[in-house]
């Protein structure tokens, strides 16, 4: 079994990524009520945490290296840190590269998914902030044997995917999403290029979303002029 997976996103209505590229709000529409919305929805899911990629998460953990000489040699299999009751920030990391220097992220409990490649020395640094960490496989690509990781151990039962477009990806092609909780901003960003909330990067001629139909299931007008809709997932048989 593994967590039932929102995937929460908030886009221009060209399904872009980065607010900061955002056409400004009309007249009379203040931006923090739109900004509200988004972490007002995140809220009332009442999940057991929130999963983002590497670079997101080095943004968010503003840690920094450290290097254990002498850390031993540890074994791949999960940590846990003291949770204490705290909602998950699962940060999907494969290489070993995000840094927290503490057991929190915004005051939810850390937990690292790496590759079996990481160095020890990385591990002892994760101990020694108090963060939890699990394995996916040894190139940190086995994502569902992660989530399944997360409810048998932590518990989770409900989990909101906010991550970059390639990590919404990735989950979209190993069929990890269940729903999508999307905010369209009334905004544009016109530039072609720019990542999208589902950004999957894989071979020429790939469908990462074959077999997986959407069903509308909610659809808001938010105060601004933001629209909220909620979309089912739908599995084919087999």
């Not at 399904?15 to 972490?39: D, M, N, Q």
């Not at 039962?157 to 369209?184: C, M, R, V, W, Y």
Request: aromatic share 6%.
């Amino acid at each position: 079994m593994r967590p039932h997976i929102i995937c929460h996103m908030g886009t221009s209505i060209d399904g872009r990524l980065h607010p900061s590229r955002f056409t400004k709000p009309a007249a009379g529409i203040p931006a923090e009520v739109l900004r509200s919305h988004y972490e007002r929805i995140h809220d009332g899911f009442n999940a057991d945490g929130w999963i983002i990629g590497r670079v997101t998460m080095n943004e968010m953990a503003k840690g920094t290296e450290r290097q254990f000489a002498n850390a031993p040699k540890l074994p791949r299999e999960p940590h846990l840190g003291n949770r204490d009751g705290r909602k998950l920030a699962v940060g999907i990391d494969p290489s070993g590269r995000v840094h927290f220097g503490k057991d929190n992220v915004g005051g939810d409990h850390a937990v690292a998914v790496l590759g079996e490649q990481v160095s020890d020395s990385h591990l002892a640094e994760l101990r020694e902030d108090g963060a939890s960490y699990i394995f996916a496989g040894l190139k940190g690509d086995d994502l569902a044997s992660a989530m399944a990781q997360l409810a048998a151990r932590f518990g989770a039962k409900t989990l909101l995917l906010e991550g970059g477009g390639a990590i919404n990806g990735a989950f979209l092609k190993h069929g990890l999403i269940d729903e999508f909780s999307t905010l369209i901003h009334p905004a544009v960003d016109g530039v072609a290029g720019s990542q999208s909330i589902v950004d999957y990067h894989g071979e020429a001629g790939e469908r990462p979303g074959a077999g997986q139909s959407l069903r509308l299931t909610h659809c808001e007008t938010l105060e601004g002029g933001m629209v909220w809709l909620r979309h089912a997932v739908e599995r084919a048989p087999g």
